[in-house]
């Protein structure tokens, strides 16, 4: 589905990943956990060209893109991704957030547009909140229109970065229970998350980020019940 | 108390012509910033553009401008444009000011660009929009928003502002009472009259300002 191969990036001197690896199955979810700084978000980044690689490919469905040749844009389209701080557009009401990247990027006609973006919106249990500006939402509903406006481009994969960190603790229930719901459905997903419960019970696979490098790779119950490197077994510790 | 009387009296034999004249210092206003927003747009672009070219241009354009009075660059306007173009007084002075304004209005826009959070061009950037689409409908529509206050406060600033091209023989506000200072030999009551026309010119569009203001924090964009 989506393969990221030996990706090597670097902010001037600082080297964030040193050559990753990983192949993410089609309808797999993969969970990235990691200290803070370890280049989960770079890493996420990557996959969908907003952070430029210094090496490395990506490939999305047998077809290896070239920055160079391939309209970014394009591929963009194709991978989805939800953000910690959700980023809506707060000038546009809940439907038009979800709505905007069909109409302008894929040019969808805009009557077919709203009828797709309602029916996500009931998806993600807010269909009562088409019209509403998004400052009129809490944390939780904010997310999840974020993941119904993703959702609206049928993207081949979803990148979460971190999308319950910036949740009072009891929104994040609602929005990682449309992450299951999107997971049973087998969307394609790769999720980075300090969510421990969500990784057991959705992942596939879990993957342990460290200093830039993968140290662990493992379904979710060899992953916490018998982690092979000591800095999971630290991690694992200190999260639980 | 004579001097308070004196005051009054000036207010009420005045008033006829300092209403036309604040017809003509409002017009002035608006056409002038009108003028400088289209100005302002244009430079702001440069100014965020690639190109190196472009970003001097904007640069000379704003640096010159703010570099030098006000009262220079309407003479500087004035004698310069009508020996190229026949154009009245009234049009030279609004241009003068537009010219003006457009350099202090780039800088508004901007900064109201520059001001959108990054977040936004990333999602926009990941649902894949091009460059232009997301500037389009994203960027300019939050920052000329957020723009208003400030473009309302450097209205407020060319409305005082304006009473400088009484030195190219514009009837606006400062003229007229100039003219009717020196016909009264009433000076000091005079301007006292033509300050409180200002005040409360002034006052009124602060207050409009202020309550867009109000509005926009309520709506949170
Ligand atoms: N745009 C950037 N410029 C410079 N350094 C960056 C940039 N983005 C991330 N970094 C650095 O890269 C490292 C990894 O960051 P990040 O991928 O955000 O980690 P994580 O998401 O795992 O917390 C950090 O040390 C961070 O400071
Ligand atoms: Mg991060």
Redesign the interface.
């Known amino acids: 589905m989506i393969i990221g191969e030996n990706i090597h990036k670097s902010f001037g001197d600082l080297e964030v990943l040193k050559g990753i690896d990983l192949h993410v199955k089609p309808q797999e979810v993969v969970v990235l956990v990691g200290v803070s700084g370890s280049g989960k978000s770079t890493l996420l980044r990557c996959f969908n060209f907003l952070e430029e690689m210094n090496s490395g490919t990506i490939t999305i469905d047998g077809h290896t893109i070239d920055p160079k040749k391939d309209k970014l844009p394009d591929i963009r389209a194709e991978v989805g991704m939800v953000f910690q701080h959700f980023n809506l557009f707060p000038h546009k009401t809940v439907l038009e957030n979800v709505i905007e990247a069909p109409i302008i990027v894929k040019k969808m006609d805009k009557a077919k547009a709203k009828q797709l973006g309602l029916a996500l919106l009931e998806k993600v249990g807010l269909g009562d909140k088409a019209d509403v500006y998004p400052s009129k939402l809490s944390g939780g509903q904010k997310q999840r229109v974020a993941i119904a406006r993703a959702l609206a481009m049928e993207p081949k994969v979803l990148l979460f970065d971190e999308p319950t960190s910036a949740l009072d603790p009891e929104l994040v229930g609602e929005v990682l229970q449309v992450m299951k719901q999107l997971a049973e459905e087998g969307m394609t997903m790769v999720v980075v998350t300090h969510e421990m419960k969500f990784a057991k019970e959705v992942a596939d696979r879990v993957i342990m980020l460290d200093k830039g490098v993968i140290i662990e790779s493992a379904d979710p119950k060899t992953f916490f019940e018998n982690p092979q490197n000591e800095r999971t077994k630290q991690f694992i510790q200190l999260v639980e | 108390m004579e001097s308070i009387r004196t005051i009054f009296d000036i207010f009420i034999t005045t008033y006829p012509g300092f209403l036309d004249a604040v017809i003509i210092t409002l017009q002035l206003t608006a056409i002038s910033v009108v003028l400088g927003t289209v100005l302002g747009i244009a430079f702001a672009l440069m100014k965020i553009s690639k190109s190196k070219i472009l970003q001097g241009i904007a640069n000379l354009y704003i640096t010159v401008i703010r570099g030098t009075p006000l009262l220079v660059q309407i003479m500087f306007l004035y004698f310069g444009i009508t020996q190229i173009v026949v154009l009245d007084n009234f049009w030279a002075g609004a241009l003068a000011l537009g010219v003006h304004n457009g350099a202090y209005i780039a800088e508004i826009f901007r900064g109201a660009i520059q001001g959108i959070?990054r977040?936004?061009t990333?999602?926009?950037?990941?649902?894949?929009?091009?460059n232009n689409?997301l500037m389009r409908?994203?960027v300019f529509?939050?920052a000329l928003?957020r723009s208003i206050p400030p473009l309302g406060n450097q209205f407020i600033i060319t409305l005082k502002d304006s009473s400088l091209v009484w030195m190219i023989g514009v009837a606006e506000l400062f003229s007229v009472a100039n003219r009717a200072a020196a016909s009264s030999f009433k000076q000091f009551e005079t301007f006292i009259v033509v300050g409180f026309y200002y005040l409360v010119l002034v006052m009124i569009f602060t207050y409009i300002v202020r309550w867009y203001e109000n509005r926009l924090d309520v709506?949170?964009?």
């Open positions: 959070d977040g936004q990333e999602a926009s950037r990941a649902l894949g929009m091009t689409q409908r994203i529509p939050q928003r709506d949170k964009v």
